[in-house]
């Protein structure tokens, strides 16, 4: 099981909140990633990280934003929720160069936003 | 356009059987092939990873091959138990960036009966 941790595992909240997604791993990867993920469907990369200070959108175009002040810390945070941004978010991490580059998931969070 | 595709969509068998799962994919140029599984409410586990190079590779019950010419992969799952029932991923890497950028399929989802 891979070192890396996200909270909350569930959140349900109201239109217009601000949420904070945690994403936290102690392997001490640079590269961190945000996908998105819905029933059925497949991963869609919203977010990446090289590194501290290095922060990069993904193929999948998401109002949320993201901050890497540190190397094992990578949140997400929602201005203002929308019910189109329940989903499931998945947080990666990897670190090995070379042809596997294998990317370790947590557990993901589940949003349902009302 | 790069494509990860899997069939089937959905696929139940009974405890003990064994159950082949398939994947053709169109990314380009190519760098590995990996399985994962992924229980409902989790994150994605990494099962297999295999290089241009590698045409087979096993972990437990699980067997993934490899074709690079045909650009197709299969997950063989033998003696099947309760606890296979999840969804299995393909998601092929490719050689274009440093980044190592993921192209998921949509999985498909196996379900074990007693």
């Known amino acids: 099981e891979a070192d890396i941790y996200q909270t909350p595992r569930y959140l349900v909240i109201g239109t217009g909140k601000k949420i904070t997604l945690e994403c936290s791993q102690t392997m001490g990867h640079d590269k961190m990633y945000w996908y998105q993920q819905d029933p059925g469907m497949e991963l869609h990369l919203i977010h990446y990280s090289y590194g501290v200070n290095s922060t990069e959108k993904g193929d999948l175009s998401s109002e949320s934003t993201v901050s890497r002040i540190r190397t094992e810390h990578f949140p997400l945070t929602l201005e203002s929720a929308r019910p189109s941004h329940t989903s499931q978010y998945l947080c990666?991490?990897?670190?090995?160069?070379?042809?596997?580059?294998?990317?370790?998931f947590g557990p993901g969070t589940r949003l349902t936003v009302l | 356009k790069n494509q990860v595709e899997q069939s089937p969509q959905s696929l139940i068998i009974l405890e003990g059987k064994n159950c082949t799962l398939q994947c053709n994919y169109t990314v380009s140029p190519f760098s590995n092939l990996r399985w994962y599984k992924q229980d409902t409410g989790r994150g994605p586990v990494s099962l297999t990873i295999m290089t241009f190079s590698e045409n087979t590779k096993s972990n437990g019950r699980y067997t993934a091959t490899l074709d690079a010419d045909t650009k197709q992969s299969s997950l063989h799952i033998t003696a099947s138990q309760l606890s296979d029932s999840a969804s299995y991923i393909c998601?092929?890497?490719?050689?274009?960036?440093?980044?190592?950028?993921?192209?998921f399929g949509r999985g498909t989802q196996l379900t074990v009966w007693p």
């Open positions: 990666a991490s990897s670190d090995r160069e070379g042809p596997y580059n294998e990317q370790f």
């Open positions: 998601v092929v890497s490719d050689r274009g960036s440093t980044l190592g950028r993921l192209y």
